[in-house]
């Protein structure tokens, strides 16, 4: 069966809304508690009626990921190369945060959808137009994918909320040996003191690359 509106009529089942909602509650619960059965559960339907849809739950994972990558954004046509390779590295590192899930499966999942080769050719795309050489234009890709991807990955698997570091670092002091380990101690104390609002650690790794590709690009 399946979930009926508020007027009592029977929304369809599709590909589309068991992707939405396989998303919602990865992002809400984890990948790990995603089942089949429970996603069935949530749509209000048999389970076996999901494979009308999905063939497998690897048909599932990959629609999931393809379902997020269409999220990223376009940059402006206009821009030129450098611009427009880090606002479209921003978007889908933001998209790979957004959903902590999706980063492992992003970087495992073999079975790569059309959206997601879209973003891939487009920035394979302004790589090339801006003049890099077939082998550094190689390195570049992958360095950025790296990047992007380990990045979102440290994001989802750190144990803790970022406003909960000042407390935790004041803790860790009392018993740390920072007479031992004095510029470690430094580091620990920044990040209970530091204010916010400055650049993230993303985009200062980020522009240190592309300011290296550009670098390593030469005249054109």
Known sequence: M????ARGQRTPLSRDRILREAVALADAEGIESLTMRGLAGQLQVEAM??????DTKDDLLDGMVEYIASEIEEPDAAADWKTAVRRRAISAHDVLVRHPWSSIQWATRMNVGPTRMRYMDAMLRELREAGFSPGVLDVAFHTLQNHIVGHALQAAAFPY???DLPEMSARYLESFPADDYPDLAAHIRYHR???GG?????EFGLDAILDALERAR???
Do not use: D, Q
């Not at 399946?2 to 509106?5: E, G, K, Y």
């Open 2 to 5: 399946a979930r009926r509106s």
């Open 218 to 220: 030469g005249p054109v």
């Open 49 to 54: 009626s999901l494979y009308n849809h999905v």
């Open 193 to 195: 003191e530091a204010p």
């Open 198 to 202: 400055e650049v993230s650690s993303f």
């Open 161 to 163: 909320e970022e406003e």
